[in-house]
Structure formats: structure tokens, C-alpha cells
């Protein structure tokens, strides 16, 4: 491999704290970005919670009518839409920012700019897909927008525009940002940081991206064509003119699989880096944990049919995809006993960072195990549509992802902030989480048994199923209260938390040898990696007897600096970019004035927004990097 | 302007964001010993592959169907076999490859430091690309005028579709390499900045290999006896339920 050349340091003046607005608008930094997809998507995260709640209000006795047929409609689908791609997607996108290139051992990600262009465009995508709710139109045929209920014959209003456009904007933020950290991990590593020295969750941060840099297209053709079927009135998904409201499944899930994993694997990452620093050891089979994201990424492109079995397509896909999915439990297995094995014998210290992922271990297990139960075409064929789905699926997103995102922040909070969290509040959020969670969720497993259907609004009083819905609701409402503790948790922290120092769990990864929070440039001077934990060898190990383990390792200059560090400039022009996009995403939302060039009829808002995104790509290539 | 093409800036891993006097042809230091741009490139026509072949599967799921429709009496014409001029479209075909062959002479030149014929060559692969997007053009307003749109039928649908998609990656590599073109009179291209051509011919080489797939697919394959001979295939397609 090879080497990085220690930086040219001494350039130009040293970095100043930038402050105000401006500063934030314009920034590039990562830390900073990592930040604004924080605070951004955690507000986004209370508005999906908050539409879990009126669906639960809604459900919580028979023949209620908290909210219209209509509108519960458009609640279940902005609540999935909104918990997938406006919350866990950028509080991973958060996490990844913020940590990798501290665990890398890099100065900033590989292309800042088009960074903070991920996250403006990121912020125009949430806007635009809540934008409905003002307007009486919000999003209505579910996150998978099944066709042809999508269609303008059946779906006439904006609703399911603003989920489209909402969703391509989305989708272009999530490509530059995986392409970003992709090429971040590839190429940014510190001298001696060789692949199978990466910390899991930097394995698993280029994992997603992988993911997403491939399954995206399918959902950016699936979304191309449904809005030219919209906008156009093409009929690739209408069967009169000899559409097939099929291929929508097909492109969707070809797209829709994968992205379960791109939202799974950030939490499994961040359990693989905490069990080891609680249990005191090493992760236990690290190479074949690596082996097994990859394993869980490459079978995840290969499974999407499972989500189709009752669409009629006949014994044999069935029996394939049934095959390729329960293959997926293999290496999923393997991840679960490979975090027993390194707490296994290890002096566990049951933090709130390793209460969540432990709690991860076992809640997801529950759901990888309902999900080996779908894997069967006759088994899925009567849990189809039902309660037990939606239970599956909470087990694995917020027994998975949702307890990684609260490991995590319990973990790096101090890292990024400086302070500690407040762990006596901490435990009290864990168990509160863990026991509001099981409530709401579990019970949803006899009540899709006995039979209640998904996405219905209300039930009769004659189904029985009245008292685990009452039941269900209590739940929810006290796991809402849980969360609203972690907000307080987080503020009363920040304004009297106990100082971090640089390492306060005494752990192994590179981002707990610079100070907390860590300064703009990271790394003084960029270390030299000769171990897979670069910090407890240097703490523990030294002089030991290490055989082929033995390389050159540096850690001693992180944080000397030396002379001036010379930074990127900040730059509007990514907000710019970013701009013009949404622009030309409110042209064809809204009414305005037709141009037309040739055969094109263009709104002129759309026009207006192409050359504002224009201007705003040629400033930002022509703009002095340094 | 002497500062850069460079469309997207690195901090490398060194810390050290290289001043546009430093030049950005020499490897700057990356773990992997090449440019986190073309990197970048790389990863970026992997998902490129992925897209192309989205928008491909739709076009061959619905072959046939507009054929189908109009035997049956409920579909319209103009069907592909009627309308679709191979010799044509093999023209402009073969202007965009050669247009790869320019790309090259290009990129050769400029590695030599020869930027009087990368100008030259440069102008000629965006020409070349031009004369393809305008043949491009005749052929969709000639077709329209025949009477296809995006809505007469699937063909029409997911043919302008297909190699609508296909044109405006084209147009964009012709953005480009006029943007480069015009850069190199300001003398904003020297032989340092080869990496710059480099990363533009990589997107216009791809962009030409995925026209072979697509005329092949599109013009080469005969439409006629689509339902006889093609019966393994829509059987396959039965079997993910598309048929």
C-alpha cells in the first residue's frame, strides 16, 4: 500500500473558529456538516414520532375518529417515509461524518464541498416531501408507493408528487454523500491504516455506501418513470396501454432490499465498537465480521423478490428468493456470536452505550428471527399485510437502528461535545426505551396472527382486538416519553455534564486520541497506524512480544501542532448547487408559466432553478480550492 | 483562471489541500496512489452501470408489448419495425465511437504537453458528440412527426426514454469538454492537469460502450418475430412474473 506523505504543514495562517450563521451556511468542515444532519434529522425524527402517535391516538379504542380514513393514510406513509429517509438515513449520515474521518485518521472527507452539497440538498429533499402537509396534499400511498394506486387515475393530487420529488432530491444527496465517503475510505486512510486495520464501523460506513451507489439507480428509474407516467402521461406502470404496475415491486425492492441493510449495518457497526471497549478485550473474529457485512451486503441484492411473494410469481422465483433469504441469517448469525464471544469472559462494564447494544443484540435477534419466519412463501403468505409485519420490521429498525443511533450518541457524545452524558439519566432511558419498546411492539405479533391488517384506519369493536391496541398505544405513548428523556438528557448534558477529556471509556479506536471535542484540523499531524486498536496498543501493549504483529505505529504527534495547518475555504457555492435543485423541484410542483424549447415544455421555475444550479456548479468548479 | 478544472477539491490525508499553483496532475498522496477524483469517477459510473441497466430491463420487459397491443386491435402505431432507420442510426453510431478514438488523441496530447492538439482533439470528440446528439435530435423529431411520442405507445414510452437518458449523458460530456476546451484558450490547461482530461474521457468512454449496448438492443435485434422467437426469454420472464 501505499504510504501517505506526512502533510506540508507551515502554509498558511492557522485555522480560526469561525462562528455566526454565515459560518455555518458556508462550512465544509465535517464535524460541522456531521452536525447540521445531527440537529436537522433529530428534529425530523420528532416529527415522524409525532405521527406515530396520532396513528396509535387513532387506534387506541375501536371506531375511533382522531383523523380521516385519508389522513391516517397519509400518516402511516409520511411516518415510514419520514422515519426512513429523514431520520435514521441522515442520523447515519450524521455518525459517518462526524466519525470516520476521525477514525481514519484524516483531515476532512475526500470532497468537502460536494459534502456540504449532500447535506443542503439533504435539507431541500426534507422540505419538500413535508411540504404536503401544508397544503392539505401530504404523501399518501404508503413508502413504497406501490402502483398503481400512485397513478394520476386514482391518485389525481399533488400527494404523491411531493413524495416523489422529495425522494429524488433525497436520493441525489444520498449519492454524492456515499460516493463521498466511499472514496473518503478508499483513499483517506492515515499511513499503516490498511483495510483490515479499519474500525467495524468505518466498514460499515463504506459498506452502506456501497449499497447505495447501487441500489439508488433502481429507485431513480423507478421514480423517473412513475413521474413521467405523472407528468407526461406515459403508462409504464397503468395497464391499459400495456404498463405493468409489477415492475414497480420489482424496481422498488431491487432498491428497497438493500436499503434495510444501508439502515441496519450503521447500528451494527456501532455495537462492534462499543461491546469490545466494555467487555475489555478486542472484538472477537474481527476478519470474519468484515467477511460477514460483506456477505449480509452482497445476499441483501439478491432477496428483493421475498417482498413480492403473494404478487403470483410463481414456485420457482418463490423458492429462490425464499432460499437467498434464508441464507441472510448465516452471516447475520455469525455478527450475533461474534458479539457474545468478545463479551464472553470479558470485564463487562454496563454502561448506557453498552446497555443499547446489548439491547440491540437481542431486540434484533427478534427480528432477524420473525424474519427467517418470512422467508417461507406459505408463512409470509398469511403474515402478508398483517400486524406481524409491521412487528418484524420495528424489531429490526428500532430494536436494530434506532438503539445503534442511541448507543451512538451515548458514545460520542462525549467525543463530539466535551461533556459526559448523564449516565444515571442515561440507564433510566435505556430501560425505559427497552421496556416502552417491547410494549408497543411485541404484542403487534398476536394481533397480526389473529389477523389485523396493516394500514387500516380503524377496526371493529366485534374483532377483539381492542385490548392489545389500548395496550399498544399506552406503549407507545410511554416509549415516546422515553425519547423525550434522551432530549433532555442531551440538553441538561450539554449545559452541566461532567468534562470528557479525551478518552473517557478508554477506548481503542483513533477518534479517542485527540481532545473533545476535536479541533478543526483533527490531526495535527497525521498518525502512523501499525494495529488494528492503534490506542490500546500504545497503552497496553508496547514492548510486548508481538510477533508479525509488530509494525511501526505513531501516535505520539496527533495533537503537537506544528507551525500552521493550512484548511479548505469555506464556500456558498454547495448551498447554491443546492438551491437551484430545489427550485426546479418547486417548478414542477407548483403552477407556473410554461417555456417551451423544441419538443421540451419547461415551467420556468424549473428553467430558472436549472441556472441557478448551474451557476452555482461553475462557481463552485472555478472557485480556489485552498 | 489558472486555478483548476478541478470540479471537485480534495483534502487529502495529508492534510494538505494543494494550492492551484502545485498543479493537480502528480499523484497527490491517497492510500490507493490515485486521485481521490478519479476514484470518485470510478465509483461514480458503477452506479451509472446500475442506472442504465434499470432504465435497459424496462425496455426489454416491455419489447414486444406495443407489437402485442396493436395485434390485438387496442394499441397504436408506429411500431419499432416500422419506423426505426438502422442504417441511420449506424451513422451516428459510428461518429460517437470514433469520438472515443478523439478522446484518446486527446488525452495523449495533453500528457506530452502537446495543448495546441489537445485543443484540436478536444474540439473534435465534442463535435463528433454534437453531430451524434443532432442526429439524435433529427431522429426524435422525425419520428414525432411520424406520429411517436412518449405516449403513443410502450415503444414510444421507453425508447424516447432509454435514449433520451443516453442523450443527456452525452450532452453532459459535451458540457464538459467544452468547459475544458474553453479553460485550455484562457491557458487554464497544461500538461499537469492531465488527470482532468482523464476523468472527463473515462465518463465519455462509458457513456459511448453503454450506445454499443443500447443499438444493439434497441435497432440491431430484430422486432418482427419477437413473440416466436424470443419464447425462452418471456419465459423467463414469466418466472419473475413480468411476461
Not at chain 1, 394500514?455 to 407507545?476: D, K, L, Q, V
Not at chain 1, 508479525?548 to 500552521?564: A, P
Amino acid at each position: 500500500m501505499a504510504s501517505i506523505a506526512q502533510p506540508h504543514v507551515l502554509v498558511t495562517p492557522a485555522v480560526k473558529p469561525a462562528s455566526g450563521l454565515w459560518s455555518w451556511i458556508t462550512t465544509i468542515d465535517h464535524k460541522r456538516i456531521g452536525l447540521l444532519y445531527g440537529v436537522t434529522a433529530m428534529m425530523l425524527f420528532l416529527v415522524g414520532g409525532l405521527e406515530a402517535m396520532i396513528i396509535r391516538l387513532q387506534l387506541v379504542k375501536p371506531n375511533n375518529d382522531v383523523v380521516s380514513a385519508a389522513h391516517y393514510n397519509e400518516l402511516f406513509t409520511m411516518h415510514g417515509t419520514t422515519m426512513i429517509f429523514l431520520a435514521i438515513m441522515p442520523l447515519n449520515a450524521a455518525l459517518f461524518n462526524y466519525i470516520v474521518p476521525l477514525q481514519i485518521g484524516a483531515r476532512d472527507v475526500a470532497f468537502p464541498r460536494l459534502n456540504a452539497y449532500s447535506y443542503w440538498t439533504f435539507l431541500s429533499g426534507a422540505i419538500v416531501l413535508n411540504m404536503g402537509w401544508f397544503f392539505d396534499q401530504a404523501p399518501n400511498a404508503g413508502w413504497y408507493g406501490y402502483a398503481p394506486i400512485t397513478e394520476v387515475a386514482w391518485n389525481p393530487s399533488r400527494n404523491v408528487d411531493f413524495w416523489i420529488l422529495g425522494l429524488v432530491l433525497l436520493g441525489v444527496s444520498s449519492m454524492a454523500a456515499s460516493i463521498n465517503f466511499a472514496v473518503t475510505i478508499f483513499n483517506l486512510r492515515a499511513p499503516g491504516m490498511s483495510m483490515m486495520r479499519m474500525p467495524i464501523f468505518t466498514w460499515s460506513a463504506l459498506t452502506v455506501s456501497i449499497l447505495l451507489i447501487m441500489a439508488l439507480p433502481a429507485i431513480t428509474v423507478a421514480l423517473i418513470l412513475l413521474s413521467m407516467d405523472r407528468f407526461v402521461g406515459t403508462s409504464f406502470f397503468a395497464q391499459a396501454a400495456g404498463g405493468d404496475p409489477l415492475l414497480w415491486q420489482h424496481l422498488f425492492w431491487v432498491f428497497g432490499h438493500p436499503e434495510v441493510y444501508i439502515l441496519v449495518l450503521p447500528a451494527f457497526g456501532v455495537t462492534s465498537e462499543i461491546i469490545p471497549v466494555f467487555s475489555r478485550k478486542p472484538l472477537f473474529g474481527y476478519s470474519v465480521m468484515v467477511y460477514a457485512i460483506g456477505a449480509i451486503a452482497f445476499l441483501g441484492f439478491g432477496v428483493w423478490v421475498h417482498h413480492m411473494f403473494t404478487t403470483g410469481l410463481g414456485p420457482t422465483a418463490n423458492a429462490v428468493f425464499s432460499g437467498s433469504t434464508m441464507l441472510i441469517a448465516i452471516p447475520t448469525g455469525v455478527k450475533i456470536f461474534n458479539w457474545l464471544g468478545t463479551m464472553f469472559r470479558g470485564s463487562l462494564k454496563f454502561t448506557t452505550p453498552m446497555l443499547f447494544a446489548i439491547g440491540i443484540v437481542s431486540q434484533f435477534t427478534i427480528g432477524g428471527l420473525s424474519g427467517v419466519m418470512h422467508a417461507s412463501p406459505p408463512v409470509d403468505t398469511q403474515h402478508n399485510d398483517t400486524y406481524f409485519v409491521v412487528a418484524h420490521f420495528h424489531y429490526v429498525l428500532f430494536g436494530g437502528s434506532i438503539f445503534g443511533l442511541l448507543a451512538a450518541a451515548y458514545y460520542w457524545f462525549p467525543k463530539i461535545t466535551g461533556k459526559m452524558m448523564d449516565e444515571r439519566l442515561g440507564r433510566l432511558n435505556f430501560w425505559g426505551t427497552f421496556i416502552g419498546f417491547n410494549m408497543t411492539f411485541f404484542p403487534m405479533h398476536f394481533l397480526g396472527l389473529s389477523g389485523m391488517p396493516r394500514r387500516y384506519y380503524t377496526y371493529g369493536e366485534s374483532s377483539g382486538w381492542s385490548f392489545w391496541n389500548a395496550f399498544i398505544s399506552f406503549g407507545a405513548f410511554f416509549l415516546a416519553a422515553t425519547m423525550l428523556l434522551f432530549f433532555y438528557n442531551v440538553g441538561k448534558s450539554l449545559r452541566d455534564g461532567e468534562p470528557a477529556g479525551n478518552n473517557p471509556w478508554d477506548a481503542a479506536t483513533l477518534e479517542w486520541g485527540i481532545s473533545s471535542p476535536p479541533p478543526a484540523y483533527n490531526f495535527a499531524q497525521i498518525p502512523t497506524i501499525g494495529h488494528r486498536d492503534p490506542l490500546w496498543w500504545d497503552k497496553y501493549d508496547k514492548g510486548g512480544d508481538h510477533g508479525h504483529f509488530g509494525d511501526h505505529q505513531d501516535l505520539s504527534k496527533m495533537n503537537e501542532v506544528r507551525g500552521h495547518i493550512h484548511m479548505p475555504n469555506p464556500s456558498y457555492y454547495p448551498p447554491i448547487a443546492s438551491l437551484g435543485l430545489f427550485m426546479t423541484a418547486l417548478g414542477l410542483l407548483f403552477d407556473n408559466p410554461t417555456i417551451t424549447i423544441g419538443l421540451l415544455h419547461l415551467p420556468s421555475l424549473c428553467l430558472l432553478g436549472l441556472i441557478v444550479m448551474v451557476v452555482g456548479i461553475y462557481g463552485w468548479a472555478f472557485e480556489p480550492a485552498g | 483562471m489558472a486555478q483548476a478544472v478541478a470540479t471537485l477539491e480534495t483534502a487529502h490525508g495529508g492534510g494538505h489541500v494543494s494550492d492551484h499553483d502545485e498543479g493537480h496532475s502528480d499523484h497527490p498522496p491517497t492510500s490507493m496512489g490515485v486521485d481521490s477524483r478519479k476514484v470518485a469517477m470510478w465509483v461514480f459510473l458503477a452506479s451509472d452501470c446500475m442506472f442504465f441497466g434499470a432504465l435497459i430491463a424496462t425496455y426489454l420487459i416491455y419489447r414486444g408489448r406495443a407489437e402485442q397491443l396493436y395485434k390485438a386491435g387496442q394499441g397504436k402505431g408506429p411500431l419499432p419495425h416500422e419506423i426505426l432507420d438502422i442504417p441511420y442510426t449506424s451513422v451516428s453510431a459510428g461518429v460517437l465511437l470514433m469520438s472515443s478514438l478523439t478522446m484518446v488523441l486527446a488525452l495523449a496530447a495533453v500528457q506530452k504537453g502537446d495543448i495546441r492538439n489537445t485543443r484540436v482533439w478536444l474540439a473534435a470528440t465534442a463535435l463528433l458528440g454534437s453531430i451524434f446528439v443532432g442526429g439524435q435530435f433529427f431522429e426524435f423529431n422525425h419520428f414525432h412527426s411520424e406520429g411517436l411520442s412518449l405516449t403513443t405507445n410502450m415503444f414510444g414510452a421507453t425508447f424516447f426514454t432509454l435514449t433520451g437518458f443516453h442523450g443527456a449523458h452525452v450532452t453532459i460530456g459535451i458540457i464538459m469538454l467544452l468547459s475544458l476546451l474553453f479553460l485550455s484558450l484562457r491557458g487554464g490547461v497544461t500538461q499537469r492537469d492531465a488527470l482532468n482530461v482523464e476523468i472527463i474521457g473515462l465518463y465519455w468512454h462509458f457513456v459511448d460502450i453503454v450506445w454499443i449496448i443500447i443499438f444493439t438492443l434497441v435497432y440491431l435485434i430484430p422486432y418482427e418475430d419477437i413473440n416466436s422467437k424470443t419464447q425462452e426469454a418471456s419465459m423467463l420472464l414469466k418466472h419473475i412474473g413480468l411476461g
